[in-house]
């Protein structure tokens, strides 16, 4: 089985992608290890291209995986090879509160995570609120060629059902 899994930031992607992961026993990957060194000095330091298109082409070589990330336009082949897709459209409330917590949880130490500061927590809300507002529209565009498997997400409700 493969499976792709797309929203924005604090959407459920990577708990959806972990619960899934534990329901079928299959590998999940998440995109933003690809996009971003977390191997250098500094936050926000982007992954070689050609480093990254190994990467994924590496991870789609597998008989089943689960794939998740906000990323897109460097993603098409994994739309056309998964089985299914999920698109996460998280109300605002929702992606901003678990984007601070997940902020805060990290700088307590209580949660593993990237060098973040206040300036990028403050980016971040920014991006995430450009990318439901302008990157959706183009992810829905996209997905219309695979709408026979793509399945719509808006609620932490129906994740829960997914992942049982």
């Known amino acids: 089985m493969k499976i792709h899994i797309i929203g924005c930031s604090g959407a459920g992607k990577s708990y959806l992608a972990a619960g899934l992961a534990r329901k079928y026993n299959i590998r999940h990957y ?13 936050y926000g330091v982007r992954m070689p291209l050609e480093k990254r298109a190994e990467l994924l082409a590496e991870i789609l070589d597998h008989d ?23 698109l996460l459209d998280t109300p605002k409330r929702v992606y901003k509160y678990r984007i601070i917590r997940r902020f805060v949880k990290r700088k307590l130490g209580l949660e593993k995570g990237k060098k973040e500061t206040l300036k990028s927590l403050r980016e971040l809300l920014e991006w995430t609120d450009t990318f439901q507002n ?16 793509t399945v719509l ?7 829960n059902t997914l992942i049982g």
């Open 64 to 86: 089943d995986w689960i794939i998740e990330g906000v990323y897109y336009a460097w993603c098409m082949q994994c739309f056309e090879d998964a089985d299914i897709i999920y």
């Open 134 to 149: 302008v990157n959706m529209a183009d992810i829905r565009k996209i997905l219309e060629k695979y709408k026979d498997k």
């Open 30 to 42: 998440d995109l933003d290890e690809l996009q971003w060194d977390n191997e250098a000095d500094t």
């Open 153 to 159: 997400i808006y609620s932490g409700r129906e994740v």
